[in-house]
Structures are given as C-alpha cells and as structure tokens.
C-alpha cells in the first residue's frame, strides 16, 4: 500500500515531505485536510498527531508526525533508490549531514518562519503584519545567510559536494521568501543565490513548487 | 583518542552531547568555554562553531557542532556499546526522532526563554519579563497535557525503553525544575513519574555531580 501523507501541498512541513518523496521516487497518496474548516483539530485527526498540525504519515501500521522525522523515515527505509539524501554509508558524513538539517531547525527556520508568518499568513487573518517582528527576524536570517555564504563557498551544497536532507529542508520557506520583496536577502549573496538557483532546478521541486500557493503580501 | 567536547558543563546543550557520552559509556575530555566572558564569541571559538554557541567536538580530524546532531552520531557510532539510545527498528526509530522534533519545536522553544528569564537574567542582574513569563507558562502547560497523556500509556516518550527522546529534554528540562515554577511537571501524574525515573539513571546522577548541581 502506498504511504499517505495527510496535508495539503500549500504547507510549508507538507511539501518539505513531498520533495522528500519525490527524491525518493516513492508512491504516497496525498490525503488533504481542511484547515480552515479546522479538521486538523478534530479528535480523529488529533489521534494521529496531537499537536494537531499537518504533516502526518501513515505507512502500514506506522503513524508518524514531525516533518523533518518523517523525511529521515522515508530516506531511511528507501536508502537504496532515489537520491541519497543522507550519507547513510559513511557514519561522519551522516552526522555532517545531520549537523547541517539541526542548522536549518535552530537557526534557519525561526527567523524565515517568523518573517513568513508575518507577510503571508497574518494578512490572511485580517490583521497588518508586525514591522519590528520581521525587521528583527530579517537581520537574524541575514547573519544565518552569512554563515551559510561562506560554507557555500567551500562546498556545492551545505552539507558538502551532494544534496541531502540539509539542503531540502529549507526549500519549502525560501520559495516563499523570494516572493516576499526581501528576497535580496538571498540574491545578494553570489553562492546562496547559485545554490538556491540549483535547488530550484532540481525535478522534485518543479513537481512540487506549483503546490505552494499562498500570495505574500506587498510590503 | 579520547573526544573532545568545548563548551560550558552547566550549559543545556554541551549537558546534551555529556549525557549521550556517559550513557553510551564513552571517554570524553571537557574542554571549558566561558560563557561569562563570552568566549564562545572569539574567532578561535567561531572556527568551531560559526554561530559562536557551545557544544563543538573534536574527536581525532573529525569535527562537529549542534548537540543533536553530535549526540545522534555517537549514539550510531556505538550502537552497541551502553544504552541504547536510537530505537530497536526502523519504525522504532521513526517514533524517537518524532518525539525528539517535539522537543525542539514544542518544548525548548517554550522552555529556553522561561529559562533565559527566570535563571539567567537575574544571574546577569537584568530584569526579568514577568509578562512573557505568564504567556509562556500558558503554553507550556498545554503542550505538558499532550505529554502527560502520551506518558500515560508509554512508560517513556517513545515507548517501553529510554532513549534520545527522553534524554533530549532532560538538560533543559533539569533548569525548569529548579526554578520556582516547577510544579508545572511535578502537578502532572505521568510527567512527574517519567521524570523521576529518568533521573535516577546513572549516567544523569554523574552529569549532575560534573556540572555541581
């Protein structure tokens, strides 16, 4: 039976399981799920993830939750097919890669999240977007960039000379970044540009990107 | 060789990868960063760790930062040496990384700006945010219930047996029990069993004693 993936393809944690899937060219079924009718938290959605968010995997009896766990499953149990997203062969690579995907959770993801949040999903809620919240957050992802423009310049991708995991990771909030209008941010910095450029030229994220649909607003 | 940690032994995420090590039963050499005098912020530090925080390990030519993902390398690389960290089969595994996720989502993303206000701030004499104390508390408290009931039919986050999981929290989760808004965990039945159990392992009683707690 083919995995499902609760979720819909707008979701940022949902397409980051997609690109996943699709890299490593396995069926899923894509079930989704009505946010704004609040299924996610109803108690038969609650019992497959109590914190009542999507993305959920079911796999066979495996019900799993966490986006970032559920692509370390599926690269995992299907190492041998698709793109090696893991390094699973060599035990320092591995962690080297691990090392990068805890980069993108800790230091990455709050401050692109905060500023996304802000631009794209607040003005969804009828409400003006927080200038100091995503003023601060920009001048911490511009320091995150920094570091990242400098490793760029030693290695094609961040976790060294072949996409993984770490790299994936970021793909579903950039796109939504570089539609806000401090896409700069990545554009004026030469290698996290041509790595952002290569990310997007990838055949799992075309199939992927006309999934993430939500407009930012224009400020 | 013996593994070279850098970083502070009362800090939350050097405490991480010492855990690890003491329950995967492998030598270490502490190497001490002076968070007081901001060490970690020095360009001989920042060549370790480009973000200037603490942990970084060196253990031969191979180096490594980010307490997780040190931690998950030597729980691999001596899967067969002490406890048993990672999860008996692929799906087992699938469940401690989930429950470890949530740590980092859920949890320390609550628990760390608890901690930064009722710990460390009075400790640096600055004022602590009493308002963001109150809203995160709130938070806290509903992501505890998700705990409680999960703690209630496993008797640790990811099943029948410790692992990464249950000891990803513990440093953190060992600075919330010290401040006065403990009751938090100790009020909730399961929590409160699942965290007494934890620290009566060996490997957390030796952590403590190193860090002078």
């Known amino acids: 039976m083919a995995m499902k993936v609760y979720g819909n393809g707008m979701s940022v944690c949902v397409a980051r399981v997609l690109l996943c899937l699709h890299e490593k060219e396995t069926e899923f079924e894509l079930v989704p799920v009505d946010l704004f009718a609040c299924h996610h938290k109803l108690p038969s959605f609650?019992?497959?993830?109590?914190?009542g968010q999507v993305p959920v995997?079911?796999?066979?009896?495996?019900?799993?939750?966490?986006s970032r766990a559920i692509t370390a499953y599926i690269a995992e149990k299907h190492k041998d097919k698709g793109t090696d997203l893991t390094r699973h062969a060599d035990a320092k690579e591995a962690a080297?890669?691990?090392l990068w995907s805890e980069v993108e959770s800790h230091h990455f993801n709050p401050a692109i999240s905060a500023v996304i949040h802000q631009l794209i999903v607040v003005p969804l809620q009828g409400k003006t977007p927080d200038a100091a919240i995503v003023e601060e957050n920009l001048e911490k992802l511009g320091k995150v960039l920094d570091v990242y423009e400098e490793k760029l310049g030693k290695t094609k991708y961040l976790a060294g000379d072949s996409y993984?995991?770490?790299?994936?990771?970021?793909?579903?909030y950039t796109y939504y970044f570089m539609k806000t209008c401090h896409a700069g941010l990545v554009n004026d910095r030469p290698k996290v540009k041509a790595w952002w450029e290569d990310l997007c030229s990838r055949p799992a994220f075309l199939k992927v990107s006309p999934g993430l649909t939500v407009a930012p607003a224009t400020n | 060789m013996v593994v070279k940690l850098y970083g502070q032994v009362t800090a939350a995420c050097p405490q991480r990868v010492l855990l690890c090590?003491?329950?995967k039963e492998i030598e270490f050499e502490i190497i001490h960063i002076d968070l007081d005098t901001l060490e970690q912020k020095r360009p001989e530090h920042l060549l370790r760790q480009p973000f200037g925080q603490v942990p970084a390990i060196e253990d031969g030519d191979f180096k490594l930062f980010?307490?997780?993902?040190?931690?998950?390398?030597y729980a691999t690389k001596y899967a067969d040496q002490g406890t048993n960290l990672l999860g008996k089969s692929l799906e087992h595994r699938a469940i401690v990384d989930q429950w470890a996720d949530v740590e980092v989502g859920y949890f320390n993303v609550l628990v760390h700006p608890l901690v930064m206000n009722?710990?460390?701030?009075?400790?640096?004499g600055e004022e602590c945010d009493a308002v963001l104390v109150e809203e995160l508390k709130v938070k806290l408290g509903v992501v505890l219930d998700i705990y409680e009931n999960q703690l209630a039919s496993n008797r640790f986050l990811a099943g029948d047996e410790f692992t990464m999981a249950d000891l990803t929290h513990m440093p953190a989760m060992g600075y919330l029990m010290r401040t006065n808004i403990n009751r938090i965990v100790k009020d909730r039945v399961n929590m409160n069993r699942w965290w007494e159990e934890v620290t009566a392992r060996p490997a957390w009683k030796k952590l403590m004693k190193m860090a002078g707690f």
Do not use: C, G
């Open chain 1, 164 to 172: 993984t995991l770490a790299d994936l990771h970021h793909v579903p």
């Open chain 1, 96 to 98: 080297i890669v691990k």
């Open chain 2, 66 to 73: 980010e307490s997780r993902a040190i931690a998950r390398y």
């Open chain 1, 46 to 51: 609650l019992s497959m993830n109590p914190f």
């Open chain 2, 21 to 23: 090590l003491l329950e």
């Open chain 2, 118 to 124: 009722l710990v460390i701030k009075p400790r640096l």
């Open chain 1, 57 to 66: 995997l079911q796999d066979d009896d495996l019900t799993l939750f966490e």
